[in-house]
């Protein structure tokens, strides 16, 4: 299992914080028996140089993300390489439609707080300090995690970045958890803004639909009802109403296809 080593805490606990953040918090939370392959970590009240120095002490870095606050950092745990992503806390602003369209700030002395909020659901804005296991939750992640409820953290969630309405039927057919109401009428009013998003981010969530849920077609049907499916598979729009050949099949094409995808 790849966990950023203790000494390394340490060594970053003498300066300033640092928190376990994103989707590992999440899995935790839900007692969900897996290995995680991906550790993000935020650290606060130490700048970008000063936690370069500290890592390169225990590791290697990789400063590709500077102009993000973030630094790849890898460790070796008997011969294994491990590699994460370490940030500092930030804000972004959106600057257009596209998910590049962003000015980003990243300052050391934000709190916690602060950089969750920038985070896309309640469910992903928690984290947990290395520091004692606190839980941090200011947006009620844990409430929604155990009313299995994907609630966006900020009403500009899916203009500041449209694939975010597709990560919200993914995680609702992976999960089996409800949209809630406002959330959904979110996607539904921002709906035609998924066609800002390239065709490879778009693949990349279906993928994960596809693949880590037991029953896709939850997540299919909810792109049906808020418009998400016109835009992104219209194809499927054509299966709608249309009987099968041969007069002896229960469904129509488009449910008859879904019933198919949760079986395969």
Do not use: W
């Amino acid at each position: 299992m790849c966990e950023i080593s203790d000494r390394v805490v340490e060594a970053i606990l003498k300066a300033g914080s640092i928190y376990e953040v994103g989707g590992a918090v999440r899995d935790r939370m839900l007692n969900r028996n897996i290995e995680v392959k991906d550790r993000d970590y935020l650290v606060c009240g130490i700048d970008y140089r000063e936690l370069s120095d500290i890592l390169k002490k225990f590791g290697q870095v990789d400063l590709v993300g500077r102009s993000f606050g973030v630094i790849k950092y890898t460790e070796y745990h008997d011969d294994t390489p491990c590699t994460f992503d370490i940030v500092l806390p930030r804000k972004e602003f959106s600057t257009g439609v596209g998910h590049r369209d962003f000015s980003v700030t990243f300052d050391p002395g934000l709190k916690v707080e602060d950089d969750l909020l920038r985070r896309d659901f309640t469910i992903n804005a928690m984290a947990v300090s290395l520091e004692d296991d606190k839980l941090i939750d200011p947006y009620g992640g844990m409430t929604d995690l155990k009313n299995k409820c994907i609630r966006m953290v900020s009403h500009d969630s899916f203009p500041e970045d449209p694939l975010r309405m597709l990560r919200a039927v993914q995680f609702a057919a992976r999960f089996e958890f409800e949209i809630e109401p406002a959330t959904l009428s979110a996607m539904t009013e921002h709906a035609r803004l998924i066609k800002t998003i390239s065709p490879e981010r778009i693949a990349e969530e279906l993928n994960k639909m596809l693949t880590l849920a037991d029953r896709p077609s939850i997540g299919f049907r909810l792109m049906l009802e808020n418009g998400l499916l016109e835009h992104v598979i219209p194809e499927m729009m054509e299966m709608i109403d249309v009987d099968q050949p041969g007069g002896n099949h229960k469904y129509d094409v488009f449910n008859h296809t879904l019933y198919a995808v949760d079986a395969s």
